[in-house]
């Protein structure tokens, strides 16, 4: 009897250790801080007569979406405590001085606000998000000043490191173009690689994207979900998302989807949904 009576207090004592410890890390654990951006391309891909719904429809639909992932994940116990943070942005960022402004206010940084001003930020986060893309799209439309986006220089010379990538968060860069990577003012040809995708560069057998960071991005924790690729001809496609994820792949970008979207809003709601829970 007095054996196992030793043998039950050994086995018992070892429990309430194993529990506290349990209970220890449990209570020091923290969630991982939030920074979304979302990058917008102000191209002539707006005017695509071949998109329905129409692009902008497509994009706020998108962005209200990922608002309303970044409230729910930030709503709660923890909000006093939350870095979370979520930007809409263009680059090259636009001339006009009203798009400036308005592109101003697409930036929520919960960290920096206190107390009460945490949740009236998020109260107010979807209808600010909302009416000042709407007016972005509808003055971009008005000019019909077509200069491209440049997403290839955005990469190749380190903007992503600034803007979008911050040191212990969850970097989420969320990429909406047709897949045509074009920049009027920044036109570099290599043999049969290219700072910009084309039609034509895309009729090019071995075609590829310029890669200037060579691995550079490995290990800096940016995860990329390019959306609403929607190449002229439905034979590019799978060239298309090749060039766009050899390319993310050669910069080091260690998690990237690059996906085509369809006119089903659900579908690209999916695509999103398993990106930012897996």
Sequence with gaps: MKKITLG???????????????????????????????????SDRLIRSDITPDQTYRDTAIVNYLVDYFKNQTLGPSILKSENKMKVFFYPTPAD??????????????????????????EEMKSVFQNNLSRIYEETLNQKKWVGCDIWDFFSNKKVDNLCIKNGARNILVILTDGYIFAE?????????????????????????????????KGKGL????????????????????????????MGVER?????????LTNTQTIIKNFLNN
Excluded at 197 to 210: E, K, Y
């Design 256 to 264: 990237f989807v690059v996906a085509e979207t369809d006119a089903n």
């Design 97 to 122: 001085t009203e798009i400036c402004t308005l592109a101003n206010g697409l930036s929520v940084d919960i960290g920096e606000k206190n107390g009460v001003d945490k949740r009236k930020a998020l």
């Design 223 to 250: 995860e990329v979900l390019m959306l609403e690729i929607n190449p002229y001809q439905p034979s590019h496609r799978d060239k298309m998302v090749n060039v766009l994820e050899n390319w993310f792949s050669a």
């Design 185 to 217: 003012n920044n036109k570099i040809k290599q043999g049969t690689a290219y700072s910009y995708i084309l039609p034509q560069t895309l009729a090019v057998d071995g075609s590829s994207l310029i890669d200037r960071r060579n691995g550079e991005l």
């Design 8 to 42: 039950l207090i050994a086995i018992v004592g070892f429990i309430a250790i194993s529990s506290c410890g349990g209970d220890q890390k449990k209570g020091t654990d923290t969630p991982q801080p939030l920074n979304i951006s979302v990058y917008l391309d102000l």
